[in-house]
Nanobody, 124 residues
Framework: QVQLVESGGGLVEVGGSLRLSCAASGRFFSSYGMGWFRQAPGKSREYVAAINWSDGATYYVDSVKGRFTISRDVAKNTVTLQMNSLKPEDTAVYYC?????????????????WGQGTQVTVSS
């Protein structure tokens, strides 16, 4: 089992920035992938970004490219999502995920492990 604990999120104005962090514990292996999904009210869950733990390769959905950056801290087993130039359409509950294959995350899930979710609200 892998446990994921998220932090960050909150309320920000359009154009602002937020940082989400996720700490992984338990039987977490360097071959895993980690990433973020989001779900807005009334909408389906959406893949946002992913990172391959072993080599740091990153992947993004087109709508966040150039604005969001995913990174990892191998020593702390933590993944971070830096979100800049936020838009109202970024408003959603953001979920940290982990999977034995990063391609499962990039492919839209479902991922093996999920965090509890954290709210991000962008006000216009």
């Amino acid at each position: 089992q892998v446990q994921l604990v998220e932090s960050g999120g909150g309320l920000v104005e359009v154009g602002g920035s937020l940082r989400l962090s996720c700490a992984a514990s338990g039987r977490f292996f360097s071959s895993y992938g980690m990433g973020w999904f989001r779900q807005a009210p009334g909408k389906s869950r959406e893949y946002v970004a992913a990172i391959n733990w072993s080599d740091g390769a990153t992947y993004y959905v087109d709508s966040v490219k150039g604005r969001f950056t995913i990174s990892r801290d191998v020593a702390k087993n933590t993944v971070t999502l830096q979100m800049n130039s936020l838009k109202p359409e970024d408003t959603a509950v953001y979920y940290c995920v982990a999977d034995r294959l990063v391609t499962s995350i990039v492919g839209g899930g479902p991922a093996d492990y999920w965090g509890q979710g954290t709210q991000v609200t962008v006000s216009s």
